[in-house]
């Protein structure tokens, strides 16, 4: 007998139709992939497992047979994606960002390490927070995970300037020098201007401690020089998404520019958090649309990161002279893919998501670094690089932040979102 699947196709061709065709989507961890990257993933690697590195000549490192071929993309995926961030280490095998900071969580830190990390208000990842696999891992058996509690773990998180979206660089030294941590770890989900990694870094060199850059949101834009370089400004380790401001597959990679001591020292701690820490098989069907995505990458990454900021800082002003509350202005808004927008005086920012998402336009609602109710932040997190691969610019975010102040404001718009979005139906940078 055959099995009906016809629902299932036809649920598959709604999302198809309406995230590609009739929304403007303005997700900050997403992005489209090219017909190609999308191709060549429907392939027999979909079914198969490949443990450990690949094979080289008569150096036997899988723990399956017949991966042949997969041993050549991996090889080829890690030999080109080193090219192109010039760095001199890289796995390519985990399988999200997450689980790239799981694998160094696992590999380096033990229960008891101190470490210092940026809070989830802001804008660290949940993955370097209380709850997630950093603050699981360091937690002593029986030990709290308030930190208010006089057995709280030993998180840290580095303290904020006057205007909250940036360091305070000779707070955040104090602490380093008082909290003597394991690890500092720089990187954000909310994540608008660069990290003080060089300030960072002489101290943090000087008493053994390395810094781990999570990239996840950004790794397009450094890798297109639009950022900064946090290899060469001190970073040990750098972990990121490949789906994201980095156009590829949903994927991971940690990158790593070590010299030959450190390299002994740091990198054998994210080998083994990857395999057998964080994964086993690497999902390989996936793996041959990064290396794609890395060739894309290649050709487009410059021109492609510097339109991404032009468009978001573009963005950022017409929305504020829209009279929409644009965090950061003093700073000229962002410096990478995001924005953040209050919207308190609109209702909030689920209610706010909501309303956008009504007429079209996907968001995700996000705590800003004074709110105090996750469940009920005051923000919106907003990311033009999946709209900028569609072909949009600086002129076009004009007419899309009337559209936004149009919707915060309850009006219904989503007749001009189709009309707009209508003229933005091809893949760029490809």
């Known amino acids: 007998m055959s099995v009906d699947i016809s629902d299932i196709r036809s649920l598959v061709a709604s999302q198809d139709d309406w995230r590609q065709r009739q929304t403007i989507n303005l997700i900050a961890s997403e992005n489209v992939q090219s017909a190609a990257v999308r191709d060549i993933q429907n392939s027999d690697f979909m079914a198969r497992y490949a443990e450990g590195h690949p094979n080289q000549g008569d150096q036997i490192n899988r723990y399956y047979q017949g991966t042949q071929y997969i041993d050549r993309l991996e090889t080829m995926a890690r030999e080109e994606l080193l090219a192109l961030a010039r760095c001199r280490q890289a796995d390519v095998r985990p399988i999200s960002g997450n689980a790239a900071n799981t694998a160094i969580a696992l590999g380096y830190l033990r229960a008891g390490d101190p470490v210092i990390v940026n809070s989830t208000p802001a804008g660290g990842h949940i993955s370097h927070n209380t709850i997630g696999v950093f603050g699981r891992r360091i937690q002593t058996r029986g030990a709290s995970l308030n930190l208010e509690s006089d057995k709280a773990i030993p998180l840290h998180y580095l303290p904020l300037s006057e205007d909250h979206y940036h360091v305070d660089v000779p707070k955040s030294l104090d602490l380093i020098e008082r909290a003597a941590p394991r690890l500092v770890v720089l990187g954000k989900s909310l994540f608008l201007f660069p990290e003080p990694v060089r300030e960072l870094a002489a101290l943090c060199r000087e008493k053994g401690i390395p810094i781990l850059y999570d990239g996840a949101h950004v790794l397009g834009l450094i890798l297109g020089g639009q950022f900064q370089d946090p290899w060469r400004e001190g970073a040990a380790w750098v972990t990121a998404s490949t789906h994201k401001t980095f156009p590829g597959p949903q994927r991971g990679v940690i990158l790593a520019d070590l010299n ?171």
């Open 260 to 430: 030959e001591a450190d390299e002994k020292r740091y990198w054998p701690a994210a080998n083994r958090g990857v395999f057998p820490g964080s994964s086993s098989n690497h999902h390989l069907h996936s793996l041959p649309g990064l290396l794609v995505a890395i060739r894309e990458m290649k050709q487009h990454a410059q021109a492609y990161a510097a339109q991404i900021v032009a468009n978001a800082q573009a963005l950022g002003r017409a929305l504020d002279d829209a009279g929409i509350a644009v965090e950061a202005r003093d700073f000229g808004y962002t410096r990478s893919h995001q924005l953040a927008v209050n919207v308190a005086a609109h209702g909030g920012g689920v209610a706010v998501a909501q309303r956008l998402e009504a007429n079209d336009i996907i968001v995700n609602y996000n705590l800003l670094p004074t709110d105090t109710e996750p469940r009920n932040p005051s923000g919106l997190r907003i990311g033009v690089q999946e709209m900028t691969r569609y072909g949009m610019r600086e002129a076009d975010m004009q007419d899309l932040a009337g559209l936004i102040a149009d919707a915060i404001r309850n009006k219904a718009v989503k007749d001009a979102v189709h009309a707009l979005r209508q003229r933005f139906d091809t893949v760029q940078y490809v």
